[in-house]
T-cell receptor
């Protein structure tokens, strides 16, 4: 079965600092991978998705970026965090039955 | 454009039945999903409809009408542990992504 590891689980960062969130998938190969953000009081917002190594599609303009250096690794980054970047970041993969399977999430607080 | 609407909050009592509605407007459609999310946790998959009709899975059922852009999640024999947020999501035509509604927070009381 598939598992998704995300780290760090929680972090508190000052405004203007850089960010790197990592997601690693096990139990599958060549998965479609996704980054979603859930801000307080808001729904899940799709940020990026990737269908393969080096292939990134961005859904919303923002100061975040994503990279996929390996088949089962997906990284979310920022050079300078904003207050509005606070939220719950979820990495997800499509599993064989067609639904999205989520990692445990990374909770980011920007102060 | 893409828009998914569902009520913000609902309340119910243990043992009751509750129906959570969802309407969607998407540029292309390729399936309707329901997820459950407990506070502070990641969403977990509940059900999937791609054809019109009712899909039943134990205490949970989901209905889809593609012509009306409408779905509902039906929860029977409510338990306290069912208190959670329920997310409706539509998959785009290309099948590359799920677009989520803001979720319905269900509170079950004794």
């Amino acid at each position: 079965s598939q598992t998704i590891h995300q780290w760090p689980a929680t972090l508190v960062q000052p405004v203007g600092s850089p960010l790197s969130l990592e997601c690693t998938v096990e139990g599958t190969s060549n998965p479609n991978l996704y980054w979603y953000r859930q801000a307080a009081g808001r729904g899940l917002q799709l940020l990026f998705y990737s269908v393969g190594i080096g292939q990134i599609s961005s859904e919303v303009p923002q100061n975040l970026s994503a990279s996929r250096p390996q088949d089962r690794q997906f990284i979310l980054s920022s050079k300078k965090l904003l207050l509005s970047d606070s939220g719950f970041y979820l990495c997800a993969s499509v599993i064989i039955t067609g639904e999205l399977f989520f990692g445990e999430g990374s909770r980011l607080t920007v102060l | 454009g893409q828009n998914i609407d569902q009520p913000t909050e609902m309340t119910a009592t243990e043992g009751a039945i509750v129906q959570i509605n969802c309407t969607y407007q998407t540029s292309g459609f390729n399936g309707l999903f329901w997820y459950q999310q407990h506070a502070g946790e990641a969403p977990t998959f509940l059900s999937y409809n791609v054809l019109d009709g009712l899909e039943e899975k134990g205490r949970f059922s989901s209905f889809l009408s593609r012509s009306k852009g409408y779905s509902y999640l039906l929860l029977k024999e409510l338990q306290m542990k069912d208190s959670a947020s329920y997310l409706c999501a539509a998959r785009n035509q290309a099948g590359t992504a799920l677009i989520f509604g803001k979720g319905t927070t269900l509170s079950v009381s004794s």
